[in-house]
T-cell receptor
Framework: DAGVIQSPRHEVTEMGQEVTLRCKPI?????LFWYRQTMMRGLELLIY????????DSGMPEDRFSAKMPNASFSTLKIQPSEPRDSAVYFC?????????????FGPGTRLTVL | AQKITQTQPGMFVQEKEAVTLDCTYDTSDPSYGLFWYKQPSSGEMIFLIYQGSYDQQNATEGRYSLNFQKARKSANLVISASQLGDSAMYFCAMREGEASGGSYIPTFGRGTSLIVHP
């Protein structure tokens, strides 16, 4: 099993540019999560999907952030325009379900640097 | 209020010794779950162990065990026979149900950095 796949692994961009992060969840997992990790704020949930439908996007910092899941095997997180304070590691995770011992499987993360 | 508290920002242990990483939680939900994840320097988050609030016995997975003290609301991770490869950040997380206004989405603590010395 390939695990959760994220691309790119590293992204360096300039302020004002559009950034698109990509995620392929584990096949058969119904839930997909986008997290952001920073030293200041720790690991924050941005948004999660159930069966490709966004359920809770209350963690999305502002309108510059958007996420889509056009099908069960692909999701994107877009930042437009990007700002230096968006620099962080962005994780995608997936799981079979939410209850019980259904753990989240995390991707390797995308390290984003906005100059 | 913090849902998950990890009071040890950094811990050091000698190789082959046991180490306990602390985690306390706050919930009014009678049904909840506790998770521990490991994040090595390479960055990925690796699931280690799970404890359900109704589980009668402490969870164990190889060298990892969870010291679950429900009345104290603590779920400490015990790593036995530490290895150099155990050096990493360790995160405690809690999943609450709707009874306490939760959403079943795990909330993560700030983590503890563990360094294993040879």
């Amino acid at each position: 099993d390939a695990g959760v796949i994220q691309s790119p692994r590293h992204e360096v961009t300039e302020m004002g540019q559009e950034v698109t992060l990509r995620c392929k969840p584990i096949s058969g997992h119904d839930y997909l999560f986008w997290y952001r990790q920073t030293m200041m704020r720790g690991l924050e949930l941005l948004i999660y999907f159930n069966n490709n439908v966004p359920i809770d996007d209350s963690g999305m910092p502002e309108d510059r952030f958007s996420a889509k899941m056009p099908n069960a095997s692909f999701s994107t997180l877009k930042i437009q325009p990007s700002e230096p304070r968006d620099s962080a590691v962005y994780f995608c995770a997936s799981s079979f379900g939410l209850a019980g011992d259904n753990e989240q499987f995390f991707g390797p993360g995308t390290r984003l640097t906005v100059l | 209020a913090q849902k998950i508290t990890q009071t040890q920002p950094g811990m050091f242990v000698q190789e082959k010794e046991a180490v306990t990483l602390d985690c306390t939680y706050d919930t009014s939900d009678p049904s909840y779950g506790l998770f521990w994840y490991k994040q090595p320097s390479s960055g990925e988050m690796i699931f280690l162990i799970y404890q359900g609030s109704y589980d009668q016995q402490n969870a164990t997975e190889g060298r990892y065990s969870l010291n679950f003290q429900k009345a104290r609301k603590s779920a400490n991770l015990v790593i036995s026979a530490s290895q150099l490869g155990d050096s990493a950040m360790y995160f405690c997380a809690m999943r609450e149900g709707e009874a306490s206004g939760g959403s079943y989405i795990p909330t993560f603590g700030r983590g503890t950095s563990l360094i294993v010395h040879p």
